[in-house]
């Protein structure tokens, strides 16, 4: 199906591993973003990318690395997990020039315990 | 740093009601959005508002940009238990025209 996928939609950790995130669009979207929504913060912004092999960092980057070597996959990796990224992380990709439009996967839930 | 703080925090109204939920900043905001997110999904956007004074009505639900394009409301007309959700507000800043957002409305709809 065409859109915005993101894998796996929950994972429990434990701390100190290393979690990958997927997110993959169907789109051709030139823009990427990843946000971790938290109680009482809202959505923050961890890294976005404007381009395959362009990344730049957001709001909340620390602890936090991207990689974008197709422009349709923008994976999110936690080198090292700790309690405090426990969250619901959303992938989102922006296409048009001109719009301000983000289109959002359906989140993953991320435990660490 | 440019904020928006969102108001209120959480509502609970009965159908049929109506009801204002108000996006806020003292920055200026070339734009703004409104998104609307159900419990286990990512947020979606219902509206963009660019013009200062803008109203867009999109079914029962009517959106204004305020005049100094500093502040935004969502009022809901006859809400329904559909209407149930987390509304967020958001709006570009920097350059690359990233979204900042509000920390969201969260409303339940009872039938």
């Known amino acids: ?109 991320l435990t660490v315990l | 740093t440019q904020l928006l703080e969102q108001s209120p925090q959480f509502l609970s109204i009965q159908e049929g009601e109506n009801l204002t939920v108000y996006c806020n900043s003292s920055s200026v905001f070339s734009s703004l959005q409104w998104y609307r997110q159900e419990p286990g999904e990512g947020p979606v956007l219902l509206v963009t508002v660019v013009t200062g004074g803008e109203v867009k009505k999109l079914k029962r639900l009517t959106f204004q940009f305020g005049d100094a394009r500093k502040d935004s409301s969502l009022h809901i007309t006859a809400a329904q238990p559909g209407d149930t959700g987390l509304y967020l507000c958001a709006g570009p800043r920097g350059s690359q025209g990233n979204l900042i957002f509000g920390k969201g409305t969260k409303l339940s709809v009872k039938p």
């Open chain 1, 1 to 109: 199906d065409a859109g915005i996928t993101q894998s796996p939609r929950y994972k429990i950790t434990e701390t100190g591993r290393q979690v990958t995130l997927m997110c993959h669009q169907t789109w051709s979207h030139s823009y990427m973003f990843w946000y971790r929504q938290d109680l009482g913060h809202g959505l923050r912004l961890i890294y976005y990318s404007a381009a395959a092999d362009i990344t730049d960092k957001g709001e909340v980057p620390d602890g936090y690395v991207v990689s974008r070597s197709k422009t349709e996959n923008f994976p999110l990796t936690l080198e090292s997990a700790t309690r405090s990224q426990t969250s619901v992380y959303f992938c989102a990709s922006r296409g048009l020039a001109g719009s301000n439009e983000q289109f959002f996967g359906p989140g993953t839930r």
